[in-house]
């Protein structure tokens, strides 16, 4: 999941990775359910996984952070 979503590869996962990948999910799930209420929806869920992973508090997810 991590190297798969980390377009980037600098080894971290910021919000729009996090976000693109959830976003990836979601839409696969539900095609056309209140696109905006669940893109709000998403942005909330994404501060919630960084509030909670970003241990060092950079914005990003470090691989280290991600496997804890």
Same mark, same amino acid.
């Given at each position: 999941?991590? =190297?798969?979503?980390?377009?980037? *590869? *600098?080894?971290?996962? !910021?919000?729009?990775?996090?976000?693109? #990948?959830? #976003? @990836? *999910?979601?839409?696969?799930? /539900?095609? %056309? @359910?209140? $696109?905006?209420?669940?893109? %709000?929806?998403? +942005?909330?869920?994404? /501060? =919630?996984?960084? *509030?909670?992973? !970003?241990?060092? $508090? /950079?914005?990003? +997810? #470090?691989?280290?952070?991600? +496997?804890?």
């Amino acid at each position: 999941f991590f =190297l798969m979503h980390d377009y980037d *590869n *600098n080894s971290r996962l !910021d919000g729009l990775e996090i976000l693109n #990948s959830l #976003s @990836h *999910n979601h839409h696969e799930q /539900d095609a %056309e @359910h209140n $696109k905006e209420q669940s893109q %709000e929806q998403l +942005i909330s869920f994404v /501060d =919630l996984i960084l *509030n909670d992973q !970003d241990l060092d $508090k /950079d914005g990003y +997810i #470090s691989y280290a952070e991600f +496997i804890r």
